[in-house]
Every structure is written in structure tokens, then in C-alpha cells.
T-cell receptor, first 116, second 113 residues
Framework: GAVVSQHPSRVICKSGTSVKIECRSL??????MFWYRQFPKQSLMLMAT?????????EQGVEKDKFLINHASLTLSTLTVTSAHPEDSSFYIC????????????FGSGTRLTVV | DAKTTQPPSMDCAEGRAANLPCNHS???????VYWYRQIHSQGPQYIIH???NNETNEMASLIITEDRKSSTLILPHATLRDTAVYYC??????????????FGPGTSLSVIP
């Protein structure tokens, strides 16, 4: 089946630094990827939609200058959390539309970000 | 906003069938019902989807009522590894960038030994 590889799985960073999370589609071309964040015991919250070769579309209330999304190729989308603060600590998950079947989405395994 | 409502939690005895309900009373004619599950600290996993007919695969069965306003996901023989949060989602066939998925709170299923 279609696989999205997400790295790193866990990252700890200091306040004020930036962290990049990568999502790669391994056996298909992902023209569209979605980024979610999830706080403990809560559901996934959609942050933004990224389309290859164009600017990302952010959901209301998500700071686009803080969460930089780049989708420069058909197999790679990145999320950079800039000037991270402890309140940015969360579980970040990417997903992609699989074009060849009706499964809809396939998800990455998630990244646990802890800002200290 | 999510278009579905699910009970927040359920328990099921190991080896028994787990029946997870979902209400989607505002579903439109071209919208499918998708089910995903999320095991703790992992990304969601696709389970099954359907339009109006009942569906079955190696993981589960999906029963959709005739009026399509509700559905039930059935795990025929629940195991401890089925303990997860189950999400019921209503969307058009997800093939375009406009088909973003909004997750509701889901049902937290606990399979008990």
C-alpha cells in the first residue's frame, strides 16, 4: 500500500530554535499533503494544506509565519516550526491523498515535538 | 466542523465483536463514509469505507443504514491490539486537494481481557 514516511519520530529542541519535520511519499506522487497537530487526549486538528509547487493554505488561526510549509517536489513536504516555544509542543502528523485508489488519505507515523 | 457524531468511549471484551456507531444525518448523496483508527502515538490507519452498500475487508465490516444517516463499524473478534480511537469521517471520494478531512473527537475503544 501507499506509504508516507515521516521524520523525525521524536525531537526535543530548545525554545527559540527551529525544527523541521519531513514527510515523503515513498511509492506514489503526492501532489497534496495535509498537516495536522494533536494535543494529548484531543483529536487531530488540521493546520494546513500543501500543494506541490504552490503556497500552502492555512486553516484559520494557524500562524503561517510560524509554521512554514514547503512542498517543493511531488514526494516531499516539510513543516518547519520556527522560533519554537513550549506551547508548540505537540504531536504533528502529515497525510497525503493517494491518487490511484479510493483509500483517501494515508498518514505518516507522526512527530512528537517537545520544546524545552 | 465534523459532520459525524460518535460516542466518546466504549468497552469491548476480548474476542467479542466490537460495534462502533456513527451518526451522519447530513450526509449528501455523493459522500462516502470512511473509518480510520489511531493507536496511541501513531498516525491514523485506514480501516474501511463505503457509499451505501455494506462493505467487508480483512479488518472490519461496515454496515450503512438504508437512509445512509448512520453506520456501524464492526470488528468481528476484538483483540487487545484493537484498543484505539476510531474516527468516522464523511467526505466525497478523496482524490482532490479540496477534500480535506476534518476529524471529530472519535470513539475511544478499550478492549478488555
Amino acid at each position: 500500500g501507499a506509504v508516507v514516511s515521516q521524520h523525525p519520530s521524536r525531537v526535543i529542541c530548545k525554545s527559540g530554535t527551529s525544527v523541521k519535520i519531513e514527510c515523503r511519499s515513498l511509492d506514489f506522487q503526492a501532489t497534496t499533503m495535509f498537516w495536522y497537530r494533536q494535543f494529548p487526549k484531543q483529536s487531530l486538528m488540521l493546520m494546513a494544506t500543501s500543494n506541490e509547487g504552490s503556497k500552502a493554505t492555512y486553516e484559520q488561526g494557524v500562524e503561517k509565519d510560524k509554521f512554514l510549509i514547503n512542498h517543493a517536489s511531488l514526494t516531499l513536504s516539510t513543516l518547519t516550526v520556527t522560533s519554537a516555544h513550549p506551547e508548540d509542543s505537540s504531536f504533528y502528523i502529515c497525510s497525503a491523498i493517494v491518487p490511484r485508489d479510493s483509500y483517501g488519505y494515508t498518514f505518516g507515523s507522526g512527530t512528537r515535538l517537545t520544546v524545552v | 466542523d465534523a459532520k459525524t457524531t460518535q460516542p466518546p468511549s466504549m468497552d469491548c471484551a476480548e474476542g467479542r465483536a466490537a460495534n462502533l456507531p456513527c451518526n451522519h444525518s447530513t450526509i449528501s448523496g455523493n459522500e462516502y463514509v470512511y473509518w480510520y483508527r489511531q493507536i496511541h502515538s501513531q498516525g491514523p490507519q485506514y480501516i474501511i469505507h463505503g457509499l451505501k452498500n455494506n462493505e467487508t475487508n480483512e479488518m472490519a465490516s461496515l454496515i450503512i443504514t438504508e437512509d445512509r444517516k448512520s453506520s456501524t463499524l464492526i470488528l468481528p473478534h476484538a483483540t487487545l491490539r484493537d484498543t484505539a480511537v476510531y474516527y468516522c469521517i464523511v467526505r466525497g471520494l478523496m482524490k482532490t486537494s479540496y477534500d480535506k478531512v476534518i476529524f471529530g473527537p472519535g470513539t475511544s475503544l478499550s478492549v478488555i481481557p
